[in-house]
């Protein structure tokens, strides 16, 4: 089955600088990479997905790139707010089913 | 995005009582309905995944004679913890997905659950 590992754990960034946050999947036939932000007690909420068929994906300040042949996908953030303070989960879509395998997790904090 | 919502939002029950978690897909029906179980400071578990009208396909290591999962509508899915003990307290978070929404999992609030 697909395995996610996601990189660093905790980031820590001065406001208004860009944040990335990496990862690796393990099945090369994954085709739908979604990015979801959890803030404390509340849900997932999908930022930014990327489908197998593009390499990058950009909506005003985040951006996802994806390198199908190293099986690598990235998040970045640039001008980074208060608000983006939270914890940001990769994820990728098992071809063998419809479920989604989580990474790790990343918990984001942004330096005044 | 569409939306998905979760009742109760948290939950406090004694030990060895059952207890009921309902997920409803608000504006598009959902195929597909997934649970999930979060510990604090870690990752989404998957827990079981459920399709309108059959059977819940359960997760390795997940009782399924414990958490009971029913997706008796396109609109809803109930997941019922039964027996539940202290170790059972954790964050139950739902997801739907349907190819009307181009199969993106779109997830529910979750609900925090303590067992006493």
């Known amino acids: 089955g697909e395995n996610v590992e996601q990189h660093p754990s905790t980031l820590s960034v001065q406001e208004g600088d860009s944040a990335v946050i990496k990862c690796t999947y393990s099945?090369?036939?994954?085709?739908?990479f979604p990015w979801y932000k959890q803030e404390l007690g509340k849900g997932p909420q999908l930022i930014i997905d990327?489908?197998?068929?593009?390499g990058e994906k950009k909506d005003q300040r985040i951006a996802v790139t994806l390198n199908k042949t190293a099986k690598h996908f990235s998040l970045h953030i640039t001008e980074t707010q208060p608000e983006d303070s939270a914890v940001y989960f990769c994820a990728a879509r098992d071809s063998s089913a419809s479920k989604i395998i989580f990474g790790s997790g990343t918990r984001l904090s942004i330096r005044p | 995005g569409a939306v998905v919502s979760q009742h109760p939002s948290w939950v406090i029950c004694k030990s060895g009582t059952s207890v009921k978690i309902e997920c409803r897909s608000l504006?598009?029906?959902?195929?597909?309905m997934f649970w999930y179980r979060q510990f604090p400071k870690q990752s989404l578990m998957l827990m079981a995944t459920s399709n309108e009208g059959s059977k819940a396909t359960y997760e390795q290591g997940v009782e399924k004679d414990k958490f009971l999962i029913n997706h008796a509508s396109l609109t809803l899915s109930t997941l019922t913890v039964t027996s539940a003990h202290p170790e059972d307290s954790s964050f139950y978070i739902c997801?739907?997905?349907?190819?009307?929404?181009?199969?993106?999992?779109?997830f529910g609030p979750g609900t925090r659950l303590t067992v006493l």
């Open positions: 099945d090369s036939a994954s085709n739908y």
């Open positions: 504006d598009f029906q959902a195929t597909t």
């Open positions: 997801s739907a997905a349907a190819e009307a929404v181009g199969g993106t999992q779109y």
């Open positions: 990327i489908r197998s068929n593009v």
